[in-house]
């Protein structure tokens, strides 16, 4: 795994984030050499390699993930506070229930149970990065 592996798992996302999950990637694949210092492993590329797709996969999934809250707070608040069940910007309908959140949903459910299925969703969840590289290190 790497950021080629990284790029190649997300082709298929649009443009803009895809470039935002490889660019966090690029930043963590420089920053590696002294997570590993901090986590007292030596530096290994195949681990370095795998810690950053993790961060890729982390970085997209907080990026579904928050959508995904945004989406249903405000609605849910919108429709407590204001008897509101809908809102549209635009062309979209961006109501709590409506297809963008409905995807967000899919999209979401489908990204947690995959991450799971390949046993690194543990990683993915604000486990700090000097962690992931002692569990790489030891053989997870």
């Known amino acids: ?49 795998t810690l950053v797709f993790i961060a890729g996969l982390r970085k997209l999934f907080s990026i579904v993930d928050s959508n995904y809250w945004v989406i249903d707070n405000a609605g849910a608040i919108l429709e407590r506070q204001q008897n509101q069940s809908s809102v549209r910007v635009g062309g979209a309908d961006l109501s709590r229930g409506g297809s963008y959140h409905q995807s967000l949903i899919t999209v979401r459910r489908e990204l947690i149970e995959l991450l799971a299925e390949h046993q690194i969703l543990q990683f993915v969840q604000n486990v700090p990065y000097v962690e992931v590289v002692r569990e790489l290190a030891s053989g997870r």
């Open 1 to 49: 795994m790497s950021i080629r592996a990284l790029s190649d798992a997300i082709t298929d996302l649009p443009y803009g984030l895809s470039e935002q999950v490889l660019s966090y990637a690029r930043s963590l694949d420089l920053a590696a050499p002294e997570i590993f210092q901090d986590a007292g492993v030596a530096f290994s590329r195949e681990i370095a390699d």
